[in-house]
């Protein structure tokens, strides 16, 4: 094992996603034990906000990622330097756009989800928008893998983002102080990928077609949403229908389960540039997904132990008593986040082939998500119970789906030029 090179590849990387999840969660039991379930019930519907609204950057982060191995396969680490300043000029109009418009739409959405104040909309508007940026130097660092750098991103976001936050509550900021918190992190993020790829910028310029880069947009856009809003979509809808306490628990609660899929998300992320790399060579990358697949479910069954046998120690640890109330879920939140973190994994694979049979299998996981937590919402167990549902449902039928192109996989049948 030590001498595997994707088992390597998702040491260091995990590294990094622990620290990152630790900061993550670390920032949520501040906020909770600080501002109160019916408080914190606000940072947790805000937090979900922003989450789907970075889908752009994690679309970004798998085109710019997926272009960079290839380049990097042929050798031209100049045209990487093309990819990411026209990629910069490109996003910056929609950027200028989209913290516009939010701010106009601050005042109905705040009343939409309950918030004392339009400000933290505002506010999550701009950090949006500022994320955006930050996947420039994650996709290049993901593409070419250099994975050391961006594991130290990765963290050091979340940990500036936590320490900006009991600086800012003990400002009295509350709900405005916690979204200018993750404004930090997304600042300092940026500044510190730039430094990471600065010899990109060292290289010769090359000009390539960023234009042809927009096929693959579309198939990364469509997997990327489907997997956010999968685990983001049933917090604004429980915050919209359960009552204030019941909306915080199961804040917390889905805090909880992306324990477990952020623990393992390293694992998806090493394994979209090696499939693509495996596509580059001509090597079949199905025993990849195969061990890839084997390494986050060790991490997840572990996981799982944990919540079943001390859920109280897992609630109290990280949110504090006001949230007992949680403790009844936990195991069933855990087995939510190994299959989400599983759906997610067989996503990229099917990104980083292109197969795009994906796309009407996860949209029709989201609607179904969607409609039972609209159709069923007397209380948190409704909610659980929709998602575990829907979760499990999906992952056999992108298993089912797997299994059949597995076999006719083929690396002439993969391969896509950049000026195609």
Known sequence: MRGNRLVRQNLVLFGGGLVAGVGGFVYHAIAG????????????????????????????IL???????????????????????????????????????????????????????????MVVGVAIAAFWYTAIPRGVLQGTQHFPALSANLSLELVVRTGMLGLLLAAGLAVTGSMLAILAGVAFAYGLGLYSMRQVFSAPADPVRVRAMASFALTAAAGTLGILLLYNVDVVLAKHYLSPHGAGIYGGINKIETILYFL??????VLFPRVVEAVAKRTHPGRLL???????????????????IVPGLVVGVLFGPAFRDAQAYILAVGVIGLGLSLNNLVVQFFMAVHDRVFVPILGAACLLEAALIVTRHTGVADVVGDVLLVIFLLLAALV?????????????????????
Do not use: K, W
């Open 33 to 60: 034990r600080v501002l109160g379930p019916q408080v914190y019930g606000e940072v947790a519907s805000l937090v979900a906000l922003y989450a789907v609204g970075t889908s752009v950057n994690l679309i970004l």
């Open 290 to 308: 195969l061990m890839s697949g084997g390494i986050m479910s060790l991490l997840g069954l572990g996981t799982i132990a944990v919540f079943g």
């Open 264 to 269: 393992t998300l390293s694992v998806s992320q």
């Open 400 to 420: 089912v789906r797997c299994l059949r192109l597995l076999p006719r996989l083929r690396p002439e049948m993969l391969a896509e030029a950049l000026e195609s």
């Open 63 to 121: 085109v710019i990622a997926r272009y960079a191995a290839d380049l990097l396969a042929a050798g031209r680490l100049g045209a990487i330097r093309h990819v990411v300043t026209r990629t910069t000029r490109v996003i910056s109009a929609p950027a200028l756009v989209f913290v516009v418009l939010f701010g106009v739409l601050a005042i109905p959405g705040a009343a939409f989800l309950n918030l004392h104040s339009p400000v933290p909309l």
